[in-house]
């Protein structure tokens, strides 16, 4: 079945710093990739819909100057969160739509900003 | 390979009768359990979850059964109701480091 990594799986980090996180589509080809944002039992987050070749587009109210998307090729899409400060501490998940529309979820990235 | 199936994609059933929506995982160390349903163009909205402790939770119309043994959960929704229809994930966790998600079932309540 389709796979979709994520590296890392546990990030830490300074404070001020940047942390890029790399979501992979492992046997697909994905033109469309997720970015979401989860806190403990909450929804997930949508943050922005990356797309191949093109543009981020962000959803209302999520810093695109703050949380860079980059999605250079069909089977890869970064998330650089830049400058991380501790209230971006959270669970990011990415997903990628697979050719029967089906989506599939990356494992998610713990990142800890101290 | 997938650790968490939703092997069926779709699923349709009459306004007011029970809908089941099954999910299978193949990691005995998950210890968490959630269910998410998601709209188009929405992030997955958080439903229910379950401790591996327990084998079922409740929170109105929908109940959440867990069979460790079986490496199984299944969604209850009763009575289901049109407003429910969308795509519903399952996702398990190992003592919340990791979220594996299964591939979605997609409901439709006919009314």
């Known amino acids: 079945g389709a796979v979709v990594s994520q590296h890392p799986s546990w990030v830490i980090c300074k404070s001020g710093t940047s942390v890029k996180i790399e979501c992979r589509s492992l046997?697909?080809?994905?033109?469309?990739m997720f970015w979401y944002r989860q806190f403990p039992k909450q929804s997930l987050m949508l943050m922005a819909t990356s797309n191949e070749g093109s543009k981020a587009t962000y959803e209302q109210g999520v810093e695109k100057d703050k949380f860079l998307i980059n999605h250079a090729s069909l089977t890869l899409s970064t998330l650089t969160v830049t400058s991380a400060h501790p209230e971006d501490s959270s669970f990011y998940i990415c997903s990628a739509i697979g050719g029967m529309n089906e989506q599939f979820f990356g494992p998610g990235t713990r990142l800890t900003v101290l | 390979d997938q650790q968490v199936k939703q092997n069926s994609p779709s699923l349709s059933v009459q306004e007011g009768r029970i809908s089941i929506l099954n999910c299978d995982y193949t990691?005995?160390?998950?210890?968490?359990f959630l269910w998410y349903k998601k709209y188009p163009a929405e992030g997955p909205t958080f439903l229910i979850s379950i401790s591996s402790i327990k084998d079922k939770n409740e929170d109105g119309r929908f109940t959440v059964f867990l069979n460790k043994s079986a490496k199984h959960l299944s969604l209850h929704i009763v009575p289901s109701q049109p407003g429910d229809s969308a795509v519903y994930f399952c996702?398990?966790?190992?003592?919340?480091?990791?979220?594996?998600f299964g591939t979605g079932t997609s409901l439709t309540v006919i009314p």
């Open positions: 990691n005995s160390m998950f210890d968490y």
């Open positions: 996702a398990a966790s190992n003592t919340g480091n990791q979220f594996y």
């Open positions: 046997d697909f080809q994905a033109t469309t």
